[in-house]
């Protein structure tokens, strides 16, 4: 037998010392009743049940400057559904009860919100501020008592949030608490960059990604939403020399930097994103007011020894990857494919190094000599070290929106 839908949105609003109102969004299809059940710590749960057809329910006599959970389940027959949750906490009474006001959710997007309140007329010591929607965890930051402006990100698209205020002032805890519901997207769990390009985001910066779709494990990445159509997943940069790029075989497999700085985004993350779809490969250079970039109609790190599947080449830079398709990773303290030659070691960098290099995007940063910097030969040879790069994937399959 089909168990009855469960409410939705389940939240408290209007919490005073002793009060609170829940409010919930109602099953799909008719149910008969809805049971509350509600405690904190301190006492013993209390249950109730209303009508099938309620979305609201006042609670009363609760205790001042206590949290308390509350679960809410519907009932149709004698089949119940599953839980929807929620928490709150009541403010203090009397003299203490001086806590923050008029807490607003303003400049809200489908992933921000910008909070803002007036501070208690008694100084706190500090605020705890809580969020929460329906699904996820309830999430907590200590705010400084100075503060009254609070931004948050990464905030689910097309979703109802409780948000609470709490004023935290030795064991007084007074509270004022809001709701806001979030924007919607076409893509609200973007797997790439291209999918957040079409939800109209064409500002470049970092963006969580859900590679494996809602449930998975998100990623953030860094988007380059401007060069050639927008849409790249860039996992490499330099720019300023202010990474070390001369890093053991570890550190490779993971990742470093920063992903607005410097940085190698990892090569099971690159080899996550490269196969989850057909990609295409761009790698952008500059040195001085120069400016080219080399394409790849294929693009894919292999699992094992993370090998390189490179080719099709066009673009305005030269082909200097194409020399390393098929070859492995190797780093310092790691060679795959043993030669006589560490090529790494001589080379001051990790990649995927042939006999050795006619690219060199790992080397070391504004090195000339030796050929240990920065090189893509076909472009500025091996005797100069180049001054920016930047890897970057998207889909094959991607055809750029227009420009608005």
Same mark, same amino acid.
């Given at each position: 037998m089909t168990l009855p839908d469960p409410p939705t949105d389940l939240r408290a609003i209007n919490v005073t010392d002793s009060t609170a109102l829940l409010?919930?969004?109602? &099953?799909?299809?008719?149910?008969?009743?809805? +049971?509350?059940?509600?405690?904190s710590e301190r006492e013993s749960q209390k249950r109730l049940t209303v009508s099938g057809n309620a979305a609201e329910q006042q609670?009363?006599?609760?205790? *001042?400057?206590?949290?308390?959970?509350?679960?809410?389940?519907?009932?149709?027959? #004698? $089949?119940?559904?599953?839980? &929807?949750?929620?928490s +709150?906490?009541?403010?203090?009474?009397?003299? =203490? %009860? =001086?806590?923050?006001?008029?807490?607003?959710?303003?400049?809200?997007?489908?992933?921000?919100?910008?909070?803002s309140w007036k501070p208690p007329s008694k100084p706190a010591q500090r605020y705890l501020l809580t969020y929460q929607t329906q699904g996820q965890e309830i999430k907590e930051v200590i705010v400084d008592a100075a503060v009254t402006q609070y931004n948050l990100t990464r905030l689910h698209p097309g979703s109802l949030y409780s948000v609470q205020l709490i004023a935290i002032r030795g064991q007084h805890r007074p509270s004022i608490s809001t709701t806001f519901t979030t924007g919607i997207l076409k893509y609200p769990y973007p797997t790439d960059c291209t999918q957040?390009?079409?939800? /109209?985001?064409?500002?470049?910066?970092?963006? *969580?990604? +859900?590679? $494996?779709?809602?449930?998975?494990?998100?990623?953030?990445? !860094?988007?380059?939403?401007?060069?050639?159509?927008?849409?790249w997943m860039v996992f490499q940069r330099r720019k300023d020399g202010s990474e070390d790029f001369f890093r053991g075989w570890k550190d490779y497999v993971k990742g470093f930097g920063n992903l607005n700085g410097e940085f190698w985004f990892g090569l099971e993350k690159i080899?996550?994103? #490269?196969?989850? &779809?057909?990609?295409?490969?761009?790698?952008?250079?500059r040195d001085g007011g120069e400016s080219v970039f080399a394409k790849y109609s294929t693009f894919e790190v292999a699992k094992k020894y993370y090998r390189l599947k490179v080719g099709g080449y066009s673009g305005t %830079?030269?082909?200097?990857?194409? !020399?390393?398709?098929? $070859?492995? +990773? #190797?780093?310092?303290?790691?060679?795959?494919?043993?030669?006589?030659?560490?090529? @790494?070691?001589?080379?001051?960098? /990790?990649?995927?190094?042939?006999?050795?290099? *006619? @690219?060199?995007?790992n080397g070391l940063y504004g090195i000339d000599v030796k050929h240990q910097g920065i090189i893509w030969t076909s472009w500025k040879g091996k005797d100069h070290s180049i001054q920016?790069?930047?890897?970057?994937?998207?889909?094959a399959d991607f055809r750029p929106p227009p420009k608005k």
């Open positions: 409010l919930w969004r109602p &099953a799909l299809a008719a149910v008969n009743k809805y +049971f509350i059940v509600y405690g609670l009363s006599s609760l205790k *001042e400057s206590t949290t308390y959970t509350v679960t809410i389940t519907s009932l149709l027959g #004698s $089949q119940k559904s599953s839980t &929807a949750t929620t +709150f906490t009541t403010t203090a009474s009397g003299r =203490d %009860a =001086d806590g923050p006001r008029d807490l607003l959710a303003t400049n809200v997007t489908p992933r921000t919100a910008v909070l957040e390009l079409l939800n /109209g985001i064409r500002t470049s910066g970092e963006v *969580e990604i +859900f590679p $494996q779709g809602k449930l998975g494990t998100p990623m953030v990445v !860094y988007c380059d939403m401007e060069t050639d159509g927008g849409g080899h996550n994103l #490269s196969t989850m &779809a057909k990609m295409i490969l761009r790698v952008d250079l %830079a030269g082909d200097s990857l194409s !020399y390393h398709n098929n $070859q492995v +990773f #190797s780093t310092k303290d790691r060679n795959p494919a043993p030669s006589i030659t560490s090529c @790494a070691m001589s080379y001051r960098g /990790g990649w995927w190094y042939m006999n050795c290099h *006619e @690219a060199n995007l920016f790069t930047e890897m970057k994937m998207r889909p």
